[in-house]
């Protein structure tokens, strides 16, 4: 499960032999040549392959990738390369496909991604020089690579909603735009977008003002943070650490030139800039609230200009493990499994094994990859494709999983529905109060689709007996689990998704997500279910209804 901080950030002998010892089920009377492909007579076959999903296969798998040796599978270690290679391991021992075509191993699909870090940063004023990471932070891209001069304008408080229009009149294109921080009120003391005592997304969310001005053509949008230097100082502190931290994203994803680049700067930057002082800057502030509506700013900007805010990066190879089997009658058609098998490494020494976030799914996909094969080689195989997929550097940012989605091996008009594991061994701070063990949150199964939720009540009724719980599926719900996790790629999509998640414990991202505190007889549970709903999924007659649009 990705961290929800800002942007949070082995030596085993190489394993040539998959580990399964699930016992081979004996073959029906149904031949290789002629697979079944009746949806009653798969449905009465699908317990006999979910049996092979047991708590003591989970353990010996999740025993071996959350152990010391893999050094806490870190985006781009050593490492989570040991994991990648396991996992690929056992995909074709079990007999899945690798599906990557020109890549030397077709189990592994290449993330672009690249490990970036801010280097010299300044804005010249005149002779005044105003440094990154004190005087200003830049949030996002930069299309400042080199020395180069702006053009600095004035556009109030840099709002451009129907009702009220900060750009009227303005030409920004390629230009260094100056905002005031917030949103604007009346004499009356109401928000003048909102007209309400309730601010709006322009006055809480900097990418609101970024992504107007760039609709405007601005080459950055400056937003001043703060009424003096104090006050700038303790709105920022939190970018000052983050600041000199590499971070790593999608290649492309930040690029360099062409993008809007949205910084936070000190009164003292922006009156600079507008050859003012402070305090007759963040005056323009009555005069809208006299007006009550948007006012022409009266400064005259400063003509030199100059601005630097470099950005070093360097590729950081990982991948996708993905394993394939082909479906029979509506193999065109794709169900995607996925769960994240990286975590975050070591972090002050410690190793963050990472057992249940996100061993847990893990070794569940693993065991569901193994258990379908099993079934395809019994004649029983799947009438829809599917494609098991762990991915990787979800916990910098859902980035594996978001990679696939632009980059997708099957079409994603193709692909029916995401079943998405993220930690299934644990149980989360309300249920230890009662040492409820028999639960899995259920994120998600309604939004896109009425029959992909159906189904999970069914196939949990009839085969698992868990208590599905709904509390994080409420879009109010404040932890917002549903964008938090790799399905959400898929959802964005339109594909219909449901996450399985047994929530927050008091190990959650520390060195004491240890293997040991997993419980796998829920684990075992949790992985019948995804089980069962792929299965439902991979075989009925119909595709699943895309009928709701819920957030």
Same mark, same amino acid.
């Not at 025993?63 to 996992?87: C, F, N, P, V, W």
């Not at 900060?166 to 905002?179: F, L, P, Q, R, S």
């Not at 410690?350 to 057992?355: D, K, M, S, T, V």
């Given at each position: 499960m990705k961290y929800n901080k800002f942007y949070v950030y082995a030596l085993a002998a190489f394993l040539t032999t998959g580990c399964a010892t699930t016992p081979? *089920? *004996?073959?029906?009377?149904?031949?290789? =040549?002629?697979?079944?492909?009746?949806?009653?007579?798969?449905?009465?076959?699908?317990?006999?392959?979910?049996?092979?999903?047991?708590?003591?296969?989970?353990?010996?798998?999740?025993?071996?990738?959350?152990?010391?040796?893999? =050094? !806490?599978?870190?985006?781009?270690?050593?490492?989570?390369?040991?994991?990648?290679?396991?996992?690929?391991? =056992?995909?074709?021992?079990?007999?899945? /496909?690798?599906? /990557?075509?020109?890549?030397a191993n077709p189990y592994y699909q290449p993330v672009a991604l690249e490990r970036s870090q801010w280097g010299d940063g300044y804005i010249m004023v005149g002779k005044q020089k105003f440094m990154m990471g004190q005087d200003f932070f830049v949030l996002g891209a930069s299309p400042y690579q080199t020395e180069q001069t702006a053009e600095v304008v004035f556009a109030g408080y $840099?709002?451009?909603?129907?009702? +009220?229009?900060? +750009?009227?009149?303005?030409?920004? *294109? $390629?230009?260094? /735009? /100056?905002?005031?921080?917030?949103?604007?009120?009346g004499a009356d003391g109401k928000f003048l977008v909102s007209g309400t005592e309730k601010a709006s997304d322009w006055g809480n969310d900097f990418r609101t003002k970024r992504n107007a001005a760039t609709k405007r053509g601005a080459k950055s949008v400056l937003v001043v943070t703060g009424t003096n230097a104090g006050e700038f100082a303790t709105m920022t502190q939190r970018y000052r650490n983050f600041l000199t931290r590499p971070s790593i994203g999608l290649k492309g994803n930040g690029a360099q030139g062409g993008a809007t680049a949205a910084m936070m700067v000190s009164p003292q930057v922006g009156a600079a800039l507008l050859g003012t002082t402070p305090e007759k800057m963040l005056a323009h502030a009555n005069a809208v609230a006299k007006a009550g509506k948007p006012t022409p700013g009266t400064f005259t900007a400063v003509k030199d200009v100059k601005v630097k805010t470099e950005r070093k990066s360097e590729a950081l190879p990982s991948d996708n493990v993905l394993g394939y089997i082909e479906g029979t009658d509506k193999k065109d058609?794709?169900?995607?499994?996925?769960?994240? +098998?990286?975590?975050?490494?070591?972090?002050? !020494? =410690?190793?963050?094994?990472?057992?249940?976030?996100?061993?847990? $799914?893990?070794?569940?996909?693993?065991?569901?990859?193994?258990?379908?094969?099993?079934?395809?080689?019994? !004649?029983?195989?799947?009438r829809r494709s599917i494609l098991f997929m762990l991915v990787t550097a979800e916990e910098k940012g859902l980035l594996g999983s978001e990679y696939y989605a632009n980059n997708p091996i099957f079409p994603l008009a193709n692909t029916v529905a995401n079943v998405n594991i993220d930690m299934i061994g644990r149980m989360d701070f309300d249920a230890e109060k009662t040492n409820d063990q028999n639960y899995i949150y259920v994120i998600g199964a309604d939004k896109l689709s009425s029959e992909l939720h159906q189904i999970n009540e069914e196939v949990n009724e009839k085969h698992v007996g868990l208590r599905l719980d709904y509390k994080f599926n409420d879009e109010n719900d404040p932890n917002r689990f549903y964008y938090r996790s790799d399905h959400y790629n898929f959802a964005k999509h339109g594909i219909p998704i449901v996450f399985y998640f047994n929530g927050v414990h008091a190990d959650y991202h520390k060195a004491s997500d240890t293997v040991d505190k997993i419980l796998f007889e829920k684990a075992e549970k949790a992985a019948r279910l995804a089980f069962h709903v792929t299965w439902e999924l991979a075989n009925r007659d119909n595709r699943i209804v895309v009928d709701s649009n819920k957030k």
């Open positions: 081979t *089920t *004996t073959s029906t009377s149904t031949t290789a =040549e002629a697979p079944v492909a009746d949806a009653d007579r798969l449905r009465e076959a699908a317990p006999k392959y979910a049996a092979t999903i047991t708590a003591a296969d989970l353990s010996k798998h999740l025993h071996i990738l959350a152990s010391d040796e893999y =050094e !806490g599978r870190d985006t781009g270690s050593k490492g989570l390369q040991m994991a990648a290679d396991y996992i690929s391991s =056992e995909f074709k021992e079990d007999g899945l /496909v690798g599906p /990557v075509k020109n890549n $840099g709002i451009d909603a129907d009702n +009220y229009s900060d +750009y009227a009149n303005i030409d920004v *294109t $390629g230009k260094m /735009v /100056v905002v005031l921080g917030g949103e604007p009120k058609e794709v169900i995607v499994v996925t769960a994240h +098998y990286d975590h975050v490494g070591i972090e002050d !020494g =410690e190793i963050f094994n990472g057992a249940n976030d996100d061993g847990s $799914g893990t070794v569940a996909v693993v065991e569901l990859a193994e258990a379908f094969a099993q079934a395809k080689k019994d !004649g029983m195989g799947p």
